[in-house]
């Protein structure tokens, strides 16, 4: 299976969003913005309707008795409402249409030429039913694509000059500001992205590049070569990171270089009774030796020796592979130890040395492997007698609980020497020298 980078695992995610952020933000502005403008050409609109309504009724509010009344009606109505359009100052329009649908209103000529085609194209709505007083304000169309919010009027009056009012406001000056400032939130949220996604990549690769190295240093470590890694990192994480891998690094060099003694010393304690077993096979065969019993006797105690340090490697070996974990229980050192003195007690005669322990508390106990510490002291005491001169004694400290070997040089054991312990008994297989 593929796998994916930091880098892309951190930028992919944030460049989709990133990438879908000025589409995104430019639609929701534009339709937002819509919605404010249809809002505000309809609120033009009501204040409009607001204000020329009643000056409607209140203009026609008498019957007219003869046509000169209804065409003062008329005239009072035509002059209040021009200056009150244009005293609201707003983006709605007024426009009035007479029985032939001719535009009465507005009288400016540059006005009526501009709403020229706005009053055919409605008197064409009103003939064909598509535009009817009374009804809340629609939105319109016209040929050339521009968008008005309209509302008509039937003006009550008997005169044959005014019939219809259309209050107007166009909505597509307002959307046209929208689509050019939309374009404008367009351009700008992409530079942001822009600059986001340079800076994004760029404290990306700030983690990455250090990360890299890492691994770099970790294959370093993996072939054998330990030294430290120098370069310090600004991030904290790195640099913590950086210090374990130094530390895992001379831990690494320690066991590599306990291993390369541990094979070292193997070698060389197989060796030597390998050497001897040959040897004497060969005294023997060759007919070197005229009791060939005692030759074949040194050869038995170098095999045993032999299978003593094979069965050692096992044990060490299935511990460290966690096949053969301890099993801890509370073990009276007082036995283990005199078990173990009176296994090479003969030995001890035979050596002529003088192996002897103190007295031990009956109740001081260590927490351990029965098996595996009677092992320990076995080849602790075995080793001890074969090497020693003149004598073997066990000491227990109480306050530590350590075992301690110490050798004596004179033919009666002294306690009180400590100095001689054998540091390295627990690094692996190391040369005996008689002690």
Known sequence: MKRQTLLSRLLLPVLVVLLLLPPLSCLIFQRAAARYAYGEAAGDLKDLQQNILPLMENSFAGQADTPEAASEQVGDFLRQAGPLVHRMGGRASLMILGPDFRMVYPRDEGEREDAAPLAEAWAQAIKAGELSPGTEAVEWADTSGETWLVRLYEIPTQSVRLRYLVTYCSVSTISAWVDRTSLLVLVISGLFVLVAISVLWVTARSVSRPLNRLCWEADRIGTGDFS??????????????????????????????????????????????????????????????????????????????????????????????????PALVPILLREAIGDCLDRFHGLALQKGVVLAAPVVDETLAVLGDEELLGKVLDNLVSNAVRYAKTSVAVVVTEENRHIQIVRSLKKTVDLSITSTIFISIFSGFQPKKRL
């Open 228 to 325: 430290e890694i120098s370069p310090t990192f600004s991030l904290r994480e790195l640099e913590q990171l950086r210090v374990s891998m130094n530390g895992m690094s001379r831990q690494l060099q320690r066991s590599d270089q306990v291993q390369k003694d541990f094979f070292q010393n193997v070698s060389h304690e197989l060796r030597n009774p390998l050497m001897s077993i040959s040897g004497y096979a060969q005294g023997i065969e060759q007919g070197v030796f005229p009791a060939p019993k005692e030759a074949a006797h040194t050869i038995l105690e170098e095999s045993v020796r032999l299978t003593e340090l094979v069965n050692s490697l096992l044990t060490l070996s299935r511990m460290e592979s966690g096949q053969n974990m």
